[in-house]
């Protein structure tokens, strides 16, 4: 049975948000600071709002200014994929899951040097927060241990 999410735009449109939609979808930004998680501080587990997979712990969230969320790393290095982004003019490198290949955001190499010097830079639209506490009730019990 193939338990892959549905890529099917039509399940898509009904499940997300416009918003959610257009950024998983056709690499759109939302706004800076204008975003549920850019200044969000609980602890908990980043998922793809697409396919539910884990992708971001608080634990590798901090502060960068940039308004969008900021991870030191991925909760594994499979978890995403990174490819080169020459829209708009710049050169970047974009970053998608690896489960739904939803866009993400992008990587930028200004983030703390005493973590690793990797800022991922992440549209809140493209994410789902489970809080600690919610972890086993919605199937992340796993993850548990990365809060102790």
């Given amino acids: 049975m ?4 549905s890529k099917d735009p039509q399940d898509l449109r009904h ?5 959610q939609f257009e950024v998983t979808q056709h690499a759109a930004t939302e706004p800076p600071f ?3 998680f850019w200044d969000y501080h609980d602890e908990g587990l980043y998922v793809d709002i697409v396919s539910g997979a884990p992708l971001f712990s608080s634990r590798d969230k901090f502060d960068s200014g ?5 991870f030191t790393r991925p909760l594994a290095q499979d978890a995403v994929h990174e490819q080169s982004d020459l829209s ?3 050169v970047r490198t974009e970053v998608r899951s690896q489960s739904a290949d939803s866009h993400l955001g992008h990587v930028f190499t200004d983030g703390p040097a005493d973590r690793g010097g990797l800022r ?3 549209n809140s639209a493209s994410l789902r927060f489970i809080p600690k506490s919610d972890l086993e009730k919605e ?3 796993a993850y548990r241990k990365l809060f102790e």
């Fill in 2 to 5: 193939d338990t892959r999410p």
């Fill in 15 to 19: 499940r997300l948000t416009p918003l």
């Fill in 34 to 36: 204008q975003n549920a």
């Fill in 66 to 70: 940039c308004g969008w969320p900021s």
């Fill in 88 to 90: 708009h003019g710049m």
């Fill in 120 to 122: 991922y830079c992440i």
């Fill in 139 to 141: 199937g992340y019990g």
